[in-house]
T-cell receptor
Framework: DAKTTQPNSMESNEEEPVHLPCNHSTISGTDYIHWYRQLPSQGPEYVIHGLTSNVNNRMASLAIAEDRKSSTLILHRATLRDAAVYYCILRDANAGGTSYGKLTFGQGTILTVHP | EAQVTQNPRYLITVTGKKLTVTCSQNMNHEYMSWYRQDPGLGLRQIYYSMNVEVTDKGDVPEGYKVSRKEKRNFPLILESPSPNQTSLYFC???????????FGQGTRLTVV
């Protein structure tokens, strides 16, 4: 499985933008880049995903490098409710068998948001 | 509201006493799975199911059983719990395309 590397922790101030990086230098052509986050005492929550082009949704934006070896999750205005562990995950669109639908979580980035 | 519901949220039990953690989803998803989360080890997949009556082992299946008799339900069974199964458990579901997974709120299990 292609692996991802994220910083252990990051800090931000409320209402400022946050850029969460993820390196995935061994990504394959069929790997989608997914981001999930886990708020304290809750289950993981889907944030966004993309393949090659930058993506935007109501929660965040995903910027994908041209060579796809890295990506950045962008929270445009951090709030205290965004304090969570953020996971960058690669999922093979062609995965079958035991890999189908499976999410392989790393350690993620702990985001602290200061008031 | 789309949701995955797990019960119970908290459970303390004794070694060897069989227990079942229930999981139900209301999105008609084909794919369901169970994860456990432990400090320093992250989330690891226990079992998964691609549809009714189709289940298979994940990365850490030892000591667990599952069943998928109905599309909406995917219970996790511990026939003889041991202290090393003390953990935080999450159930998840997604559609056939697996683009977005929905997770339950978690079940914190303590085996003494």
């Amino acid at each position: 499985d292609a692996k991802t590397t994220q910083p252990n922790s990051m800090e931000s101030n409320e209402e400022e933008p946050v850029h969460l990086p993820c390196n995935h230098s061994t990504i394959s052509g069929t790997d989608y880049i997914h981001w999930y986050r886990q708020l304290p005492s809750q289950g993981p929550e889907y944030v966004i995903h993309g393949l090659t082009s930058n993506v935007n949704n109501r929660m965040a934006s995903l910027a994908i490098a041209e060579d796809r070896k890295s990506s950045t999750l962008i929270l445009h205005r951090a709030t205290l409710r965004d304090a969570a562990v953020y996971y960058c995950i690669l999922r093979d669109a062609n995965a079958g068998g035991t890999s189908y639908g499976k999410l392989t979580f790393g350690q993620g980035t702990i985001l602290t948001v200061h008031p | 509201e789309a949701q995955v519901t797990q019960n119970p949220r908290y459970l303390i039990t004794v070694t060897g006493k069989k227990l079942t953690v229930t999981c139900s989803q209301n999105m008609n998803h084909e794919y369901m799975s169970w994860y456990r989360q432990d400090p320093g080890l992250g989330l690891r997949q226990i079992y998964y199911s691609m549809n009714v009556e189709v289940t298979d082992k994940g990365d850490v299946p030892e000591g667990y059983k599952v069943s998928r008799k109905e599309k909406r339900n995917f219970p996790l069974i511990l026939e003889s719990p041991s202290p090393n199964q003390t953990s935080l458990y999450f159930c998840a579901s997604s559609d056939r395309e697996a683009t977005e997974a929905f997770f339950g709120q978690g079940t914190r299990l303590t085996v003494v």
